[in-house]
């Protein structure tokens, strides 16, 4: 069993950064696939990254350039730096684990995920 905890998120000025937190259990970390996912208002859950157990990142187009993904094996954690803020990345945003180590951004594909952490950000 895995468990993984967001952490945060809140309320910043558009322009700003932020910098999400996943802390996971479970002893193999350092082998899990991390993604990262976000969910809009009143629409489907979408996908926003991953970073594999080699460290190697792979980010969905809407967000390249502004959203880096990062893991620290040591504390069984990963990272969402989002910097440049937009009204529009206003989300619950949600990291998942693949314990397989998959190279995927398809939900089905991780088995355990996180509560969310509210992402808002002010005009």
């Known amino acids: 069993q895995v468990q993984l905890v967001e952490s945060g998120g809140g309320l910043v000025q558009a322009g700003g950064s932020l910098r999400l937190s996943c802390a996971a259990s479970?002893?193999?970390?350092?082998?899990?696939?991390m993604g990262w996912f976000r969910r809009f208002p009143g629409k489907e859950r979408e996908f926003v990254g991953f970073?594999?157990?080699?460290?190697?990142?792979y980010y969905a187009d809407s967000v390249k350039g502004r959203f880096t993904i990062s893991r620290d094996n040591a504390k069984n954690t990963v990272y969402l730096q989002i910097n440049s803020l937009k009204p529009e990345d206003t989300a619950v945003y949600y990291c998942?684990?693949?314990?397989?180590?998959?190279?995927?951004?398809?939900?089905?594909?991780?088995?355990?995920w996180g509560q969310g952490t509210q992402v808002t950000v002010s005009s």
């Open positions: 998942a684990a693949d314990l397989a180590g998959r190279i995927s951004a398809r939900e089905y594909d991780y088995g355990y």
């Open positions: 970073i594999t157990w080699g460290g190697s990142t």
């Open positions: 479970g002893r193999t970390f350092s082998r899990y696939t």
